[in-house]
T-cell receptor, first 112, second 108 residues
Framework: DGGITQSPKYLFRKEGQNVTLSCEQN?????MYWYRQDPGQGLRLIYY???????QKGDIAEGYSVSREKKESFPLTVTSAQKNPTAFYLC???????????FGQGTRLTVV | GIQVEQSPPDLILQEGANSTLRCNFS?????LQWFHQNPWGQLINLFY???GTKQNGRLSATTVATERYSLLYISSSQTTDSGVYFC??????????FGTGTRLKVLA
């Protein structure tokens, strides 16, 4: 099936550890996005990539890093510099930037 | 930056009722989408509607870009319609900005 796969679904980490969230798509989309959602809140953009080997910061990029070495993959690393990393993380993709976006099922990260 | 506000913030309906959700945005946009987030967190794309009116079954949406708002209509609501509805706008910056959401609960 075509779609966006995020893994793992649930992730627990100790404070001070870096953690990488996976996002893979087989839709042949050029653009990919990472959003963060806190309980009862809307989605905030962390990073986005319009094309392979290129990415831009979103509204809340501090404490996060990404790479886009392959068209189908856009991993997000939550570093120890992120003050409040516990959240629900959603990855999305679209054929091109600003086109119709499709979302993965999300990763719930809990840092203890 | 652009502000996106949705109303009402919370809505409780009896099964079978109709409702209208509103999305206001503070600046011109190139694109607009409506999403439904189910209780498990999955975001489902409902409409891609930068302007005009579209219908899909019991749902329809209208965007009046010149007046900076969009409406999502839900008719004959069902319990499976429960969840959070988001609108997201793209103001020409190649990234979507999400609204605050409307939390809908449909009672059987």
């Amino acid at each position: 099936d075509g779609g966006i796969t995020q893994s793992p679904k649930y992730l627990f980490r100790k404070e001070g550890q870096n953690v990488t969230l996976s996002c893979e798509q087989n839709l042949n989309h050029d653009a990919m996005y990472w959003y963060r959602q806190d309980p009862g809140q809307g989605l905030r953009l962390i990073y986005y990539s319009q094309i392979v080997n290129d990415f831009q910061k979103g509204d809340i990029a501090e404490g996060y890093s990404v790479s886009r070495e392959k068209k189908e993959s856009f991993p997000l690393t939550v570093t120890s510099a992120q003050k409040n990393p516990t959240a629900f993380y959603l990855c999305a993709s679209s054929i091109a930037a600003s086109d119709k976006a499709f979302f993965g099922q999300g990763t719930r990260l809990t840092v203890v | 930056g652009i502000q996106v506000e949705q109303s009402p913030p919370d809505l409780i309906l009896q099964e079978g009722a109709n409702s209208t959700l509103r999305c206001n945005f503070s600046d011109s946009v190139n694109n607009l989408q409506w999403f439904h987030q189910n209780p498990w967190g999955q975001l489902i794309n409902l409409f891609y509607i930068p302007s005009g009116t579209k219908q899909n079954g019991r749902l329809s949406a209208t965007t009046v870009a010149t007046e900076r708002y969009s409406l999502l209509y839900i008719s004959s609501s069902q319990t499976t319609d429960s969840g959070v509805y988001f609108c997201a706008v793209e103001p020409g910056t190649y990234k979507y900005i999400f609204g605050t959401g409307t939390r809908l609960k449909v009672l059987a």
